[in-house]
């Protein structure tokens, strides 16, 4: 009974080290990031940005088959915008 044992745990051990073997002349790769295969985004153009009466600045963006959206600037400073106020709504 313990040769038995024996046997099927080392037949278990060596199951578990033996790697699978890969085709003769595969190679693996991996895709470009999307970015990459896609090409970058087009800077921003007239009527991109919109501030309201509050002093919330907001940026358009539109994805393939859905409406526009205008999502909050939070750094605006950096466009030259005065900083944004508490209390702005994240999208419109």
Not at 16 to 28: D, K, M, N
Request: aromatic content about 8%; some cysteine.
């Amino acid at each position: 009974m313990a040769f038995q044992t024996f046997v099927t745990l080392a037949a278990l051990g060596l199951a578990g080290t033996l790697a699978p073997q890969e085709a003769p002349g595969t190679t693996f790769t991996q895709a470009p990031p999307f970015i990459d295969a896609q090409g970058m985004a087009p800077g921003p153009v007239a009527g991109d940005y919109r501030t309201t009466p509050e002093g919330c600045t907001y940026r358009r963006t539109q994805a393939p088959g859905y409406p526009e959206r205008w999502i909050l600037i939070v750094n605006p400073q950096q466009l030259g915008l005065p900083r944004p106020p508490s209390g702005c709504p994240g999208m419109m």
